[in-house]
């Protein structure tokens, strides 16, 4: 079997063809057709060998299909939420270059001036004479997924079949899905969780319940669709966990949660611990959803009440490296570099600084240098401390603050600006704008809406300060620490 996504797909639809695929608690799918929904759609494609494809869509039955059609066909998906600004999502379909954009027509106007191929939820689709030839490469590009860049525009990770099929090996090997478990698709797609919950799923034989927007903006909500559709795995960020914890009562078919994304405290699951097995994970999207994994316990969580990252996942290597780029002894403090088959193909387009991250070693291995500090204890187990550099983790999403600022200082109405990241009492992170306005009559709430226009709302600064001036350093950089101190 090739080390591709649909190649994996393809050996459960042969082995559970009656088996359940998706459920949205309405329609149930098994995999026999989830597969001719695959073909259906790529039916509909150009005739021409697939590029990128965009993916523009509300999370349905048909989305996956769609996803999972692009890559059938040879190609690689490019994901964006819906809810993200025009102008974010133009961009990511611009650098891309995407061949068209698989969307619905309510969203038309998102994805203006680009080939589209519309698709409503519930159409019904054209049955293919025959089933399509699987075009799908290892080496080739899965999907691209945009997160954010330090040079102040997004920047997209480019991801391999081989990548993905990689993870799914790790995951399998650690937490055994397979025929009868439901894994709950809660995450955006923008985010690799989605990977996670997506293709560890379906690739193993196992279901994927997927809920209304709806249920998802309500936890109570949420847990109820849960349990009407068998879930039996949660992965998410962890205030989803958090959340969870407060519940008086969960679905009786979990068996299994998974915290990713953002720093897991021991406060968070302190109802949850002694119920369920808890892992916190970690790993950036550039080495393919999860790096290290670390089942949690009531006893061994850190004195400052987080928990270890734990050992690499299987066909992963973490070394702790100093400035220089040289092996630290355990219990010293460096940087956290990952090594191993979900090392991906790094950014998409002239990203030359940004791709410094990824470094090919003399001994030929490729190391993807994270920017995270950690440090490596006797008994092999990894820590993570804090970044090196502005970038922070919201609600679950990482940000960078030089991104945030320079959609700020592009603003006509602000003559200077600078975007610090904070942390508040509870260790959440959020930004803080300081800014210089060009004109005594000045309005904060269009400045707002201006930067509504290109950053989705969780990269929003949450406060915003006005200031006469910037205070500078000898060598005429802003002076972040009188700024705080402001």
């Known amino acids: ?80 939420e819906p809810s993200f600004p025009k102008k974010r999502i133009q961009f990511v379909m611009a650098e891309c270059g995407v061949d068209f954009v698989i969307t619905q027509r309510k969203y038309a ?53 081989a990548n993905v099929c990689h993870y799914v090996r790790a995951f399998d090997k650690e937490f055994h899905p397979g025929p009868g478990d439901v894994m709950l698709q809660n995450s955006v797609c923008s985010f690799d969780i989605f990977v996670e919950e997506v293709f560890t799923t379906l690739l193993s034989g196992a279901a994927l319940a997927i809920p209304s927007e709806a249920e998802k903006k309500d936890i109570r909500a949420l847990m109820d669709f849960a349990e009407r559709t068998g879930v039996t795995i949660v992965s998410g960020f962890p205030y989803l966990l958090l959340e969870m914890d407060k519940l008086p009562a969960l679905p009786q078919s ?77 219990g010293t403090e460096g940087e956290i570099c990952i090594f191993g088959e979900g090392v991906s193909n790094g950014y998409l387009g002239d990203r030359k600084e940004e791709n410094k991250a990824f470094v090919l070693l003399p001994d030929g291995r490729r190391m993807y240098r994270s920017g995270d500090m950690g440090m490596r204890r006797e008994d092999g187990e990894f820590l993570f401390f804090y970044r090196k550099d502005s970038q922070v983790m919201i609600l679950g999403r990482r940000v960078e603050a030089s991104e945030v600022e320079n959609v700020l200082c592009n603003c006509p109405e602000v003559e200077a600006g600078v975007v610090v990241p904070n942390t508040d009492d509870a260790g959440l992170s959020h930004l803080t704008a300081y800014y210089v306005p060009r004109k005594s009559r000045f309005s904060l709430s269009a400045l707002k809406r201006k930067m509504a226009q290109f950053l989705p709302t969780y990269m929003i600064p949450e406060s915003f300060v006005r200031l006469a001036e910037i205070p500078l350093t000898p060598n005429g950089k802003p002076n972040i620490n009188a700024i705080r101190c402001l």
């Open 1 to 80: 079997m090739k080390d591709t996504i649909y190649a994996y797909l393809q050996r459960q639809v042969q082995e559970h063809p009656d088996a359940l695929a998706i459920t949205d608690g309405k329609q149930n799918i098994t995999f026999a057709q989830l597969d001719q929904m695959i073909d259906a759609v790529a039916s509909m494609f150009p005739p021409e060998p697939l590029g990128r494809v965009g993916v523009v869509m509300d999370h349905t039955p048909l989305m996956i299909a769609a996803i999972f059609a692009v890559l059938k066909s040879g190609g690689a998906y490019v994901p964006v």
């Open 254 to 330: 979990l068996r299994l949660l998974i915290s990713g994304g953002d720093v897991l405290r021991k406060h968070y699951v302190e109802h949850l611990i002694d119920r369920y097995p808890i892992y916190n994970t970690y790993g950036p999207s550039e080495t393919t959803v999860c790096a290290s994994y670390f089942r949690c316990t009531p006893d061994n969580s850190l004195p400052d009440g987080t928990y270890p990252i734990g050992l690499p996942v299987d066909g992963t290597q973490i070394e702790i490296r100093d400035e220089q780029m040289r092996k630290v002894p355990d």
């Open 109 to 161: 106007r998102l994805t203006a001036g680009f080939a589209q191929l519309m698709l409503a939820p519930h159409q019904k689709l054209p049955k293919p004479a025959e089933a399509r030839p699987d075009l799908s490469v290892p080496d080739r590009l899965a999907y691209v997924l945009y997160t954010s860049g330090s040079t102040g525009l997004p920047k997209g990770v480019m991801v391999t079949n």
